[in-house]
């Protein structure tokens, strides 16, 4: 116990910088995935075929192999078969090839939450607005989108939350986020060798913040109560 | 419908052909055109891919890469007059790394295994180590030799020489990810021992360490380790008579000692 | 003069025809009923009227001025289309309402953004939204809805949902009000309360149609009558020639079963 008290202010730093790290992949995946997701979308929604079976194939691919998988095809891929290691070896090369493989997974699961959430709206709603003469941008933003956002949220959460969960699959790649942080201290990192506690420590951290995504959505879903 | 898919497909597998064939290609005409040591020298670097493993490669209080190997390195790359960079890999993805350029070498206290000559160019060997059975203290005395090992369930590390003695001796055994994990096995109780490095064991069980009641049963073999390049590189020669000088002017030898392996250099 | 002229329309979907040949006119403050069993046709009539459909065949005229005609390519287009449905009100059976506003949101969300489009909208703002609000009021008011102006259509029933819908359709002051079978959806004690206001807009001299199966509603209410069967106007009259001398077989069988 003395000796955890002793190594907790370098674990604790250590920890932070990974958690950083975790957050920054977590942030940039959700503004990446939002709108392309949405692109997606619209993509498989569209009445010209070859665009709409195209972005099925994809979206079918993408949904049908594990992230692991992909993460490895999308950082090793350039290098190894085109001879053309496009994300560099560093930190930052390999944060670029998380990121692309996350943001095109996760906007492939949000564009089907989005078809869900688009088709789910009656169409008796557009066919109101038309009436009425309104624009079609006026009736997704003034009727339709609302109305959408309130039928994705509850979908969506949950995989935001997986997402959160879902970045520790980056250090496949070696990105150095927090459970790399926190395994590292088995190994002798900043002079503590053996130590497996802070890799189980890591797991709070994972509740805190989940804890906070959690409140907040709720809080989303409330607001969203006052109609039907 | 039929026809986009069968299209659809049949484009696909196009591009990927003519990417495989164009890699095949490139290899050859790329080896030609430049030396692995004229591409360093161009881009100024040596980009050595390591995992945190004390006392080989790890971090100190401030994050900076020290260690025997790390040491060693560092003296190699001023001699090639470029900057050295370590990057930490997946140790699974070691070859992956390596052939795709994200690292020029792996220089990491690298057990020479079969798999690992056939795969990369190494270096000569420049230290020995031996596998050793971690098992409980208080079990340790039963454990005497590699004869009364049978019954134990083992852990090692996947692709490590201690999971190769453990192949070679018949014994049951999981392999994990790290050896690392192959100690918290036996913490956890989930395995009965571990076979991993002796080095890693001096750093990782005993006294001061989370696995304080885990210690050494028994030695099993001695392997080598060397420092892997990629497929016909120019390094190799290089960083060999780099290692013949440095031992015959002590400086080596120095460097173990800041991190008490002297015992483990190989003199020839 | 007839403020709308229809001549000649035709529908299929799939090639499956549902609108075959339809022609008629009416007079400015006039009612007319549409009656006729579903699957007729007159739900696509009225959905071509207010261009949710585009007919394959046939001219739609308003107060003389050709709103549609099916041989020019150019009348198909979207953007064509939307200022010429401002001439026509259209009421639903499941009354559409948008959930996320109050009902006096709903009345006056479309007027005010068609109000963005006047040249004088930015020096003007308050003002329009001001005259907006004072005229859904009044509209809201009329329909016996005062008091519920700032409930959400999931807080009423569906008859205020329905006389909501009618505010809605009002506000925008079109030429020609539609009813899609406005009283189906609802509970049969209701129905009473929306058909009264309907009853009364009619007296008003409100120019209507109405796709309807109350027959004694429609019989009431309507200046004229239009009897559908399988895509063809069968017969037409004055309501009481249709529905108390029918000259048609077909009219005689359906209106026997009420």
């Known amino acids: 116990m003395e000796q955890i008290l002793d190594q907790m202010p370098i674990v604790i730093t250590s920890l932070n910088i990974g958690f950083i790290q975790t957050l920054k992949l977590f942030f940039v995946t959700l503004i990446g995935a939002f709108p392309l997701g949405l692109i997606i979308a619209f993509g498989s929604m569209s009445r010209f075929k070859p665009l709409s079976y195209f972005t099925k194939l994809i979206v079918w691919i993408i949904r049908g192999t594990p992230l692991m998988i992909q993460l490895l095809i999308i950082y090793y891929f350039p290098g190894l078969v085109l001879h053309k290691p496009v994300w560099g070896g560093g930190e930052a090369g390999r944060f670029l090839a998380a990121a692309v493989s996350f943001v095109l997974n996760y906007s492939c699961y949000f564009s089907e939450i989005y078809r869900g959430g688009i088709q789910g709206v009656p169409v008796g709603q557009e066919e109101a607005g038309l009436v009425l003469g309104m624009t079609k941008n006026q009736i997704f933003f003034k009727v339709t989108l609302l109305q959408m956002i309130k039928r994705i949220v509850p979908p969506m959460s949950n995989e935001i939350i997986t997402l959160v969960k879902d970045t520790s699959l980056a250090r496949i790649i070696a990105l150095q986020e927090i459970i790399w942080a926190g395994q590292a201290f088995m190994k002798g990192s900043h002079g503590i060798s053996g130590a497996i506690w802070p890799l189980f420590f890591t797991a709070i951290y994972y509740l805190i913040f989940n804890g906070i995504l959690t409140i907040l959505l709720g809080h989303l879903e409330k607001k969203l109560d006052y109609f039907r | 419908m039929k026809k986009i898919t069968a299209f659809i497909l049949m484009m696909i597998m196009t591009v990927l052909l003519t990417a495989c064939q164009d890699s095949g290609a490139g290899s050859d005409s790329g080896g030609s055109a430049q030396t692995d040591m004229e591409y360093i020298k161009d881009k100024g670097t040596l980009v050595v891919g390591v995992t945190e493993y004390a006392p080989m ?157 885990l210690t050494v049963a028994c030695t099993l073999n001695s392997e080598e380790y060397g420092v892997g390049f990629r497929k016909g590189s120019d390094l190799v020669k290089a960083l060999n008579d780099f290692f013949t000088e440095s031992l015959a002017d002590g400086t080596m030898k120095k460097c173990a000692e800041t991190y008490e392996m002297q015992d483990m250099l190989l003199e020839k | 003069m007839a403020i709308l002229e229809i001549e000649h329309i035709s529908k299929s979907f799939n090639h499956i025809e549902v609108l075959k040949d339809i022609s008629f006119s009416l007079e400015k403050g006039q009612a007319v009923s549409i009656i006729g069993s579903s699957g007729s046709g007159k739900t696509t009539l009225l959905r071509c009227l207010n261009f949710l459909e585009t007919p394959d065949k046939g001219i739609i005229r308003v107060n003389g001025e050709t709103l549609y005609d099916a041989s020019d390519p150019a009348a198909r287009l979207e953007s064509a289309i939307r200022k010429k449905r401002l001439h026509f009100g259209l009421v639903f059976q499941s009354f559409n309402l948008f959930p996320q506003y109050t009902a006096l949101e709903n009345v006056m969300l479309a007027k005010e953004l068609l109000a963005r489009e006047q040249p004088d909208y930015k020096t003007r703002k308050k003002e329009i939204h001001e005259e907006i609000q004072a005229l859904a009021e009044s509209l809201l008011t009329q329909m016996g809805l005062g008091s519920r102006m700032s409930s959400y259509p999931h807080q009423l029933s569906g008859g205020q949902c329905q006389r909501v819908a009618i505010a809605r359709a009002l506000a925008l002051s079109p030429d020609i009000l539609c009813f899609d079978e406005p009283t189906s959806a609802l509970d049969p004690e209701l129905t009473g309360e929306v058909l009264r206001v309907i009853k009364n807009l009619a007296d008003d001299n409100t120019t209507m149609i109405i796709v309807t199966h109350e027959m004694a509603f429609a019989r009431d209410v309507a200046d004229h009558v239009i009897f559908m069967d399988d895509g063809y106007i069968v017969e037409q009259g004055s309501p009481v020639q249709v529905f108390e001398h029918p000259s048609e077989e077909r009219t005689k069988q359906f209106l026997a079963k009420y």
């Open chain 2, 57 to 213: 490669d790890y971090k100190d209080e401030n994050g900076e890469w020290i260690g025997f190997d790390a040491d060693m390195a560092k003296a190699f790359a001023k001699t090639l007059d470029v900057e050295v960079e370590f990057i930490e890999i997946d140790w699974d993805n070691k070859i992956m790394e390596l052939e795709g350029k994200t690292i020029d070498c792996v220089w990491n206290g690298m057990t020479l295994t079969p798999e690992v000559t056939s795969a990369m160019d190494c270096s000569d060997a420049y230290c020995g180590n031996a596998q050793v059975v971690i098992v409980p203290s208080e079990d340790a005395d039963k454990y005497p030799d590699a004869d009364s090992l049978s019954g134990l369930t083992f852990a090692a590390e996947a692709g490590s020489a201690g999971e190769g003695v453990l192949q070679e001796l018949e014994l049951e055994y999981t392999s994990v990810k790290t050896q690392a994990d192959a100690l918290m096995e036996i913490a956890a109780g989930t395995s009965g021992a571990a076979v991993i490095d002796s080095s890693m064991a001096d750093a990782m069980v005993g006294e001061g360490t989370s696995y304080a009641d």
